[in-house]
């Protein structure tokens, strides 16, 4: 046992926390936290608040009683739908937009234009082609996980991955 | 390189993950889970494919509303809502302001300074002074005092007392005990 699963178990006994949930917790911030943080704080223009929508988003998923085997997905849903119900979401995104800026025209051998673009690309998708995309290409997550966290099928997802990355192709000066 | 491979490499320069205490970020969730603060009353449904409908006026993170709501202290006026002694973390806001000074116990033992885009927890109030927790730092509880800065958040998930003119009515530095310890 490692050092951070018992003091994990330790916290646990001591809070009348189940063990599961702390075990959970951990490996939530360990592996998938910052990455979930960032896709938040991007897809709704307000990176500031994405790490208190992202815990409250976590905290809230288990304290439902969701276990999904890979929470990324899901919590990343919650939290980007609870930030868009904040009445603050018009202004954040128009200061998101602000600092994104007009993209470059695309150089296919910039890295740097890649990561202009793609940002201007990726924001410019519509909501579900935006999500899916960051949830597929950025935190790795499979077709069937993102339809389950978006509660939509499989066959949506696709559509929207494959729109997105025409889109995002388009962007980088490619033929998808 | 494919497209694919671009799109996740670009993704990966443009959205690069900041490092997180994981320790501490961990135990803070865990108490936070422990004592039932997964956020306001009108947090949406956890499920996800459910959460986005018909909560858009129910927003409920208690962290966003104190979000860009901290202001400067000397704004005498404003309404604020603190929690009067409460042991637990009631409220939260990321700080908008630069070297915001903190101190072991109210007017005494000066510890270290907040800085801007910082997250805390106020965990109490009182006679000027907010008892906060940093949390990204050690999550010892240090005091702020409202003078120097104030929340116009309210706090949703403790006992409130509404206080007009709180920031205005400070009393200076005082010599009375930690009032949360």
């Given amino acids: ?176 | 390189m494919s497209i694919d491979d671009r799109i996740r490499q670009a993704l990966e320069q443009a959205l690069p993950p900041e490092p997180v205490d994981a320790e501490s970020l961990t135990a803070e969730l865990s108490e936070r889970y422990d004592q039932g603060l997964t956020g306001h009353d009108e947090w949406p449904d956890a499920t996800p494919g459910t959460a986005g409908g018909g909560s858009s006026a129910g927003f409920g993170f208690p962290l966003l509303a104190g979000m860009g709501a901290v202001v400067a202290g000397g704004l005498a006026g404003i309404l604020i809502a603190l929690s009067i002694g409460s042991p637990s973390p009631v409220s939260s806001a990321t700080l908008s302001l630069d070297g915001v000074p903190v101190f072991a116990c109210p007017g005494e033992g000066r510890t270290g300074t907040l800085h801007r885009g910082d997250r805390i927890y106020i965990v109490g109030q009182a006679d000027g002074w907010l008892a906060v927790r940093n949390v990204r730092g050690s999550g010892e509880t240090v005091f702020v005092e409202t003078r120097t800065w104030c929340p116009t958040t309210t706090c949703p998930a403790c006992r409130i007392v509404t206080a007009s003119r709180g920031c205005a009515h400070h009393r200076g530095p005082g010599r009375r005990p930690c009032p949360t310890r």
């Fill in chain 1, 1 to 176: 046992m490692t050092m951070a699963a018992t003091k994990d178990q330790g916290r646990a006994a001591a809070s009348g926390m189940e063990p599961e949930v702390a075990a959970t917790i951990r490996a939530f911030v360990e592996h998938e936290y910052p990455r979930v943080v960032a896709v938040v704080g991007h897809a709704t223009g307000d990176p500031d608040g994405a790490e208190d929508a992202v815990q409250d988003a976590l905290l809230k998923v288990l304290a439902d009683g969701h276990r999904p085997d890979r929470l990324g997905a899901w919590v990343t849903v919650v939290a980007m739908n609870g930030v868009r119900g904040s009445q603050r979401r018009s202004r954040a995104e128009r200061r998101a937009t602000d600092r994104m800026g007009t993209p470059s025209p695309a150089d296919p051998g910039s890295k740097a234009v890649d990561r202009v673009s793609v940002l201007a690309a990726v924001g410019a998708l519509p909501e579900g082609q935006r999500t899916s995309v960051l949830l597929h290409y950025y935190l790795d997550s499979s077709v069937a996980d993102i339809a389950a966290a978006m509660g939509v099928s499989e066959g949506t997802v696709k559509t929207h991955l494959h729109r997105g990355r025409a889109s995002l192709a388009a962007a980088l000066g490619e033929i998808a």
